[in-house]
């Protein structure tokens, strides 16, 4: 019985060794062509912002109001923001007044219900709202744009990889499908080309995402006197900036609390190891000598041995 279930056994393992050497054969001799989303995707720019590295922080409170800004008056359009409250803008330099009258002015109302009917209504929103979603629910928020889902930005910097640096080569990175070519200069295939409602983004996963270019001229957004100037670049790099405070609002307290337990580590540590040099390292360690060698382990081995009648 053991041979036969022996020889089964072989059998298949041949069988598997014969078909995994088959299709290795045939993928080295016949190599798949690499996708169009391998050869033109590209990886996300490079953005250096305040917040970056482990001592990074939101000092500069300027272009993180420009960012709002930016968000406010174009992404806010179909991009909800749904983690963050209006009063979390005091974080960023907003005053309660100023709080108080952005909260007011959204173009967006909560929603709510009429105390006197009962019926489902809105109201402007308060500063201790979430900042309110431009659509009702998931349904019209699909059919408004041509069945695409706009994804919600409190966390987008957290969860796409590349953080601000894949939001600031997304938005900047719309490219003109029939004349882009890649790093090698190969023109990007027919069937690679956005069709439909779609457009054509070589930072984008997929190459062809339906959002349309959100930033498209200089002046787009009017920034106060003393700012730099309102260009696509600057814009895109405010709002990746201010993506990455609504993401982790606290970062700069935890990257301060991070490096004072690291000081505070690093002399417990030494303090540890000078009181070890003044206390303890001249005491001499004495060891018990233990196992089937010791003399009393010896005893009653011997014994026991001697009991059962066995020699030695």
């Not at 709510?112 to 928020?141: H, W």
């Not at 957290?158 to 882009?180: C, F, H, M, Q, W």
């Not at 957004?221 to 993401?247: E, I, S």
Request: with cysteine.
């Amino acid at each position: 019985m053991r041979f036969i279930l022996g020889f089964i056994g072989s059998v298949f393992a041949g069988i598997l060794l014969i078909s995994m050497i088959g299709n290795l054969a045939t993928y080295f001799g016949n190599k798949p062509e690499p996708l169009a989303a391998e050869e033109f995707h590209r990886e996300p720019k490079a953005l250096h912002l305040r917040s970056d590295g482990p001592f990074g922080n939101f000092k500069d409170q300027a272009q993180l109001q420009r960012g709002f800004q930016v968000y406010s008056e174009v992404c806010s359009a179909c991009h909800s923001l749904k983690l963050v409250s209006f009063r979390d803008l005091k974080g960023i330099g907003y005053s309660d007044a100023q709080i108080k009258k952005i909260a007011s002015d959204w173009k967006t109302q909560v929603p709510s219900i009429n105390p006197e009917t009962g019926e489902p209504s809105t109201r402007k929103a308060l500063p201790s709202d979430n900042f309110p979603s431009p659509f009702a629910n998931e349904v019209a928020a699909r059919a408004a744009n041509n069945n695409a889902l706009p994804p919600d930005l409190s966390l987008i910097t957290k969860s796409r990889e590349g953080g601000a640096a894949y939001v600031y080569s997304l938005i900047t990175g719309y490219r003109d499908p029939n004349t882009y070519k890649n790093e090698e200069g190969k023109p990007l295939p027919a069937d690679a080309k956005p069709t439909g409602n779609l457009h054509f983004n070589p930072y984008f996963a997929n190459l062809n995402i339906a959002m349309p270019p959100p930033l498209t001229s200089e002046g787009q957004v009017t920034y106060a006197p003393g700012n730099p100037r309102p260009t696509v670049d600057q814009m895109a790099k405010d709002v990746a900036a201010f993506l990455v405070w609504t993401a982790e609002p606290n970062l700069a307290t935890r990257h301060a609390t991070g490096i004072t337990v690291t000081i505070f580590l690093l002399f417990a540590s030494i303090l540890g190891y000078l009181a070890y040099r003044q206390i303890w390292h001249d005491a001499k360690r004495v060891v018990r000598v233990t196992g089937p060698l010791e003399p009393e382990n010896q005893a009653k081995s011997k014994r026991a041995k001697a009991k059962q009648g066995v020699a030695g």
